[in-house]
């Protein structure tokens, strides 16, 4: 079906649902098998040389799978999708598919913690250097970029600070350099609340962990192809040049515009091996069926929870996009519906055990390292997601002993004030 007259809304319930395949279910099945079996030896060759598509084996592809991929992509108006079994595997893809021991690529100061060390130690360890730009200023990208890189790195909205960087800008950076422009895209709620392919990006990478499932439910990344990037510039023989794992063939010929999220599949998923099971497939299905009425619902929460803070006697601060004096207000109301996204920060007066006592006081929002969940959530990235980083880089972070983030989700947002006014009240 040809999505791209049909609103998000409606592909976030539509694409990726085929009748004929789904013998007329109203939604898609569940196919918890391993191996598929061949029509012939002659099909089965065909598909091993990629001559022909079609299943083979689940760790590179599953019907319930290819209805999820389908539909991110829809979502996306990209040229392919492939789901992987975490974000940060949709990271390690993306990355080792783009650059090889030697080549580097340039990312952004604001990462998440765990991409954040993926880059720093992990990558590292493999010989691929990230050179983290000095601030968001497009410049300082620029200046990093030298013959051996092989992608600019950001998140459209970054963990834990919200951190808009200027993505078009950005963008032409890339272009100018002759890069991949690649986007962590879990805040834009699959392409709902931002876009990056409207704004320049190549490939966009998703913890569907996050809105995408919306549950808390399952684990889920996906890479996402905008199919926009010229591969045939000289800089990627592994995806225009003789693969040495399919026999000599080349993935920019055979393939096209999805030359890479092939790649990421056929060479990414078969060698690496971290595909989704179809069940979570099946359940982030469910999930982006309702992604934009939980996604407008908990931005609407946030808006009044983070008033609410920002009025509060015990906070120092809040950093919330949506306010005029976040640095990224203008960036986020640019690149961002409705301005924001579900989640924002706030530094309480006191000290590392007060904020402790507030954490441990919540009666409704969680205390967990999760953001797009259905339930809130508070999180202490100094005790968790950031606890690996050393004080200098804490700082650079914007991580302080009693910075909180709040993920908003779908209770009624006058019964969390209430019980945030509590929790305040015991500290
Ligand atoms: C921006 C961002 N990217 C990637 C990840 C990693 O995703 P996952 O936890 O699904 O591996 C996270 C996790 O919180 C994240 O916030």
Known sequence: MDYKKYRFETRQIHAGLDPAIEN???GVGIYPTAAY???????AAKLFELSEG?????RLQNPT?????ERIAALYGAVGALAVASGMSAILLTVTALAKQGENIVASPYLYGGTYNQFRISLRNL???????ASEDPAAFAALCDEKTRAIYVESMGNPTCAVLDLEALAAVARQKDV?????NTF?????LCNPFDWGANIVVDSATKWINGHGTAMGGVIVDGGNYNWRNGKFPQIDGPSEGYHGLNFAEAFGAAAFVVKCRVDGLRDFGCCPSPFDSYLMMIGLETLSLRVRQEVETTWKLAEYCRNHPKVARVSFVGFEDHPSYAHA?????YGSSAVFTIELKGTLESTVQFVEAQKLAAHMTMIGDSITVITHPASTTHKQLSEADLKAAGVTPTLLRISAGLEHPEDLIADFEEAFQAI
Request: some cysteine; proline content about 2%; aromatic content about 20%.
């Open 65 to 69: 799978t290819s209805a999820y991929e």
């Open 24 to 26: 007329g279910a109203r």
């Open 188 to 192: 834009g709620a699959a392409g709902y």
């Open 333 to 337: 109301k640019k690149y961002y519906r």
């Open 54 to 58: 079609g299943n083979i084996y689940t």
């Open 37 to 43: 079996r061949f029509k012939s030896c002659d099909y």
């Open 127 to 133: 010989g691929i250097e990230v050179r983290i730009a």
């Open 180 to 184: 991949p422009f690649v986007v962590d």
